[in-house]
């Protein structure tokens, strides 16, 4: 999540078909990947009701945006673009470190869902945490230091903790997935550094452009961590960058710059709904900016960006 809007009115029309049993493409298996190639490699859910999974500290359902936005509610959006998998993505506004519902997609749709979760890192043994969680079908940690007072966020990295979390992710392949501003890549670069087995993921190109600037200096220090052979790159969350709203064509120059520097094989598409479905956005708009929009790229490069990396650094367990 980069902004809040209101929900777009196309998918909105396809959440509401969904629950009036008229959407299309829900009326096959639920469970069914036939016609569907593509992963979605970051989106947020929430139930509309807080009994059996408690929100967050001081929050309440009223403070939910939108009402609800479930699994079923997402695919329905989803399916149609051809996305059949989805990287569900602990939504700490809400829920914190509690990954329960997330958990509890993945069991019940387990070719589906996989989670990128979260552990508390100044708890005790987050290590042990991860290998439990991945049972469990969490293959990533969301890593940020946003969830922190400002007082700490320039340490962020620095706790035992944190590098407990690192050196399990070498051992178990679970990604640290850093949900961080360009400022603080030079910080995650001295972790890869120190762990250079541990599968790293950058999520929203660090949010270069979210103030409406691609500076170039920012993005040469995005490229710099392909020099560390596990680092990845989403391509993601473009209705909060650049001019925030489709057909979101002036991200492509960057976009090009990381597959320059990565390489296709590490760059993944993400939309991050809800969010990529409200206001003036939407989420064909998100998908057929890589689908049908980036030109130069081979059909294998674009099997790379809209699954196949996903599907390597997340789908492993």
């Given amino acids: 999540m980069l902004t809040d809007q209101s929900l777009n009115r196309r ?10 049993g008229l959407a299309p493409m829900v009326a096959q298996a639920a469970d069914s990947l036939e016609g569907l190639p593509w992963i979605d490699a970051h989106s947020h859910i929430w139930p509309p009701i807080a009994d059996k999974f408690p929100l967050a500290p001081g929050k309440t359902v009223k403070d939910l945006s939108p009402p ?4 079923d509610e997402l ?22 470190f509690d990954n329960s519902y997330l958990v509890d997609a993945v069991r019940r749709h387990p070719k ?10 100044h708890l005790p043994h987050p290590g042990a945490t991860m290998k439990e969680l991945l049972r469990q079908g969490v293959t990533g940690f969301r890593i940020t230091p946003f969830i922190r007072p400002e007082s700490e966020q320039a340490g962020w990295l620095d706790t035992g903790g944190m590098h407990d979390m690192w050196k399990t992710g070498a051992e178990t392949r679970q990604a640290m997935c850093c949900l961080i501003n360009a400022a603080n890549l030079p910080g995650v670069a001295g972790m890869c550094a120190k762990y250079p087995e ?5 999520d929203h190109f660090a949010r270069i452009g979210v103030d409406g600037q691609m500076r170039e200096t920012d993005i040469a220090a995005l490229c710099s961590l392909a020099k560390f052979k596990h680092a990845t790159v989403k391509i993601s969350a473009f209705y909060a960058l650049g001019r925030k709203t489709p057909p979101h064509v002036e991200l492509i120059p960057m976009i090009k710059k990381l597959l320059d520097a990565f390489g296709p094989q590490r760059l993944m598409w993400a939309s991050d709904c809800p969010y990529q479905i409200q206001g003036g956005n939407n989420y064909r708009a998100s998908i057929t900016l890589i689908r049908d929009r980036l030109d130069g790229i081979s059909e294998s490069d ?12 997340f789908f492993f367990a």
């Fill in 198 to 202: 541990t599968p790293v993921v950058i």
């Fill in 302 to 313: 674009k099997q790379w960006l809209l699954a196949k990396t996903a599907e390597k650094v």
């Fill in 112 to 121: 589906l869902f996989r989670v990128q979760g979260m552990v508390d890192d």
């Fill in 75 to 96: 695919m329905a959006i989803a399916r149609p673009e051809g996305v059949g998998r989805v990287v569900l993505i602990q939504h700490s506004v809400y829920h914190l």
């Fill in 11 to 20: 998918d909105a029309l396809a959440v509401g078909a969904l629950a009036l």
């Fill in 68 to 71: 609800s936005f479930t699994d």
